[in-house]
């Protein structure tokens, strides 16, 4: 029997769909040890403690608020100092993060603190006496690494969509901890949180994403993705490197090796070649639908259903059957 | 050169012309073969390269991270550059970790960057959003996609590259707690088909993605 702390991340003062996926986590970590308690650590601007609820209908038995004005953007060297003071005067089997920018950036700082051994972006994980097995996809998604890792608290942080958040009702017992570091004093400051476009889901939430590459031509084109994505309704929009390099979207929508990893129910390539580095990045996806006008493209040996033509043609009229698809329900 | 790990050549390349003195220092852990590519950033441009030298490359970001901190302790420096993450673990634990066990303020991936007067300022990608951040120097940044690209290097650069100092001393490992149980292909994908040609083959696409598919 052995307890687990879990990092409940927030922006905005909301938890994130990830939060609850990792204290779903934490909770089959420890009833797999026997039946330990979740601590859940939360950390926000004042009122951020009222998240207690939520995630203690996750698994969580106890909830660690840490309430700063300060903290309403992420203060990542308070929290993390916070965080190690707690788990040097408690003894956890592990700490569990979600693999995100906030997980990305705690986790190792946790396990230098801490002295603590750390595995990033598992997708399953397995207790069996002292020793904890994960499972994280290395080598751009290729091979599935099985690791085992000696020592408490073993810190990892979880992939998004790879544990269900599933409800496992508890009372949660509520407490507050106080800074262990002034989180207005740090020496990496949050000076703007820059919002992204509205009305989208980000990447990692989409169940649908949409996404176009060099094939589109001209930047003014992606409004076909655009209107695409939005005849699917709850669809994100993504690109390869050599649409991101020429300026027509953001890095940040990246999708392959060196941009984000996503595996949403539906990927849509829409002139997209299907270089290596792009299907690092997409390949375990559950369905992926393929538009190139060259029947030889790579791209189309991973995708279920590719449609060889033009994608200036292609798109418009998928956009209307989808529409209409979309009606008829 | 692992992706990212170029692209933080790139950056401390890029810093240094800008400030317009100075001296980059690469260093890499790992077996011999890693000389190839501390050779690759003196070809780009590095003046002199340091190889913590272990027998086989352990999955245990930490330990690496020790070694790093160890050799890094007594340097001089402004900043230290790391790629946001390697190829192989994709974790990105050892730069923030060398930087928290240096007690250097770090900034993790980050997708844009600005050293002027002593201090620096960097954007971050989050999910969805991104944010802006201040920090002191000395300082450790990791750097993700969008910065920079690495230099192809020169005929000259690679001649001079050969010249260059590359120092070799045991590495500092500290212990390994995380092991390699096993490794497994993922199972491939079953073989897709082509639907049909022409705006005429969305009807039947869209058929598939709801009868066949379920996720339309
Ligand atoms: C270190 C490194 C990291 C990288 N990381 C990434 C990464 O993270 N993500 C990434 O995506 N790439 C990455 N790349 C780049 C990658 O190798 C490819 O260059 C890139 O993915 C190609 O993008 P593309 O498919 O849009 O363009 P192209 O390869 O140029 O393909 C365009 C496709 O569009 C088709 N097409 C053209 N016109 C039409 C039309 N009218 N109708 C229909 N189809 C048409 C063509 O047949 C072609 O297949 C990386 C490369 C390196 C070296």
Redesign the interface.
């Known amino acids: 029997m052995a307890n687990v702390l879990v990092f409940a991340e927030t922006?905005g003062g909301e938890l994130?769909k990830l939060a609850t996926e990792a204290v779903a986590a934490a909770r089959r970590l420890a009833d797999a040890t026997g039946g330990g308690e979740v601590h859940a650590f939360v950390a926000g601007a004042p009122g951020v403690a009222q998240k207690a609820d939520a995630l203690g209908r996750y698994g969580a038995d106890v909830v660690i608020a840490l309430e700063h004005p300060a903290l309403a953007?992420?203060e990542r060297?308070s929290i993390?100092a916070t965080i190690a003071a707690r788990a040097k005067s408690a003894s956890y089997r592990a700490i569990v993060l979600g693999f995100?920018?906030?997980g990305?950036?705690l986790?190792?700082?946790l396990?230098?603190?801490l002295?603590?051994?750390?595995?990033?972006?598992i997708v399953d994980l397995e207790v069996a006496g002292d020793a904890l097995?994960v499972k994280?996809?290395?080598?751009?998604?290729?091979?599935?690494?099985?690791?085992?890792?000696?020592?408490s608290p073993a810190i990892v942080s979880v992939r998004p969509s790879a544990f269900s958040a599933q409800e496992s009702p508890r009372t949660v017992r509520a407490e507050t901890i106080a800074p262990a570091a002034d989180p207005s004093a740090a020496?990496?400051?949050?000076?703007?949180?820059?919002?992204?476009s509205k009305g989208?889901?980000?990447?990692?939430?989409a169940?649908?994403i949409v996404a176009g590459g060099r094939g589109l031509k001209a930047p003014e084109n992606f409004k076909l993705v655009e209107d695409l994505a939005d005849a699917?309704g709850n669809a994100a929009v993504g690109a390869t490197?050599a649409v991101?390099d020429e300026g027509w979207r953001p890095?940040?929508d990246?999708i392959g090796?060196?941009?984000r990893?996503v595996s949403p129910?539906?990927y849509v390539a829409v002139g997209i070649s299907g270089a290596i580095q792009h299907l690092a990045g997409m390949?375990?996806s559950?369905?992926?639908?393929a538009i190139n006008r060259d029947?030889e493209a790579p791209i189309?040996?991973?995708?279920?259903?590719?449609?060889?033509?033009?994608v200036l043609?292609?798109v418009?009229?998928?956009t209307?059957?989808?529409r209409e698809?979309?009606k008829g329900h | 050169m692992d992706d990212f790990a170029g692209y933080a050549v790139e950056v401390a390349l890029q810093t240094k012309e800008k400030a317009g003195s100075g001296e980059v220092v690469v260093v890499a852990v790992g077996p011999d073969s890693v000389q190839e590519t501390l050779r690759k950033a003196m070809s780009m441009g590095a003046d002199r390269a340091i190889q913590l030298k272990t027998d086989t490359m352990p999955f245990d970001g930490l330990s690496i991270a020790k070694a790093l901190a160890a050799e890094l302790k007594a340097g001089a420096f402004d900043l230290v550059f790391f790629g946001k993450h390697a190829f192989d673990t994709s974790a990105g634990v050892v730069g923030t970790a060398t930087a928290e066990l240096l007690g250097l303020p770090c900034v993790t991936a980050a997708s844009k960057l600005e050293i002027a007067n002593g201090k620096g300022s960097a954007r971050r990608e989050l999910e969805g959003a991104a944010e802006l951040v201040e920090f002191a120097l000395p300082a450790v940044v990791t750097i993700d996609e969008g910065i920079a690209r690495p230099r192809y290097p020169s005929l000259k650069g690679i001649m001079a590259a050969k010249k260059k100092p590359l120092e070799s001393r045991p590495a500092q490992l500290g212990p390994i707690r995380v092991v390699v149980k096993g490794m497994a292909l993922p199972p491939d994908r079953p073989p897709g088909r082509i639907v049909g040609e022409g705006p005429g083959a969305v009807t039947e696409l869209v058929k598939l993605l709801q009868t066949e598919a379920k996720v339309l």
Do not use: C, W
Not at chain 1, 187 to 196: A, D, M, S
């Open positions: 922006r994130r953007t992420f060297e993390a995100s920018a906030q990305r950036d986790g190792p700082r396990a230098a603190k002295d603590a051994p750390i595995v990033s972006d097995t994280h996809p290395g080598y751009a998604n290729k091979v599935m690494i099985t690791l085992t890792i000696s020592g020496r990496v400051k949050v000076t703007q949180v820059v919002e992204g989208r889901p980000d990447l990692a939430d169940p649908v699917f490197r991101t890095h940040a990246q090796q060196t941009g990893q129910q539906l390949r375990s559950k369905t992926i639908v029947k189309f040996k991973v995708a279920d259903y590719g449609i060889i033509g033009d043609e292609v418009p009229a998928l209307q059957a989808v698809a979309k």
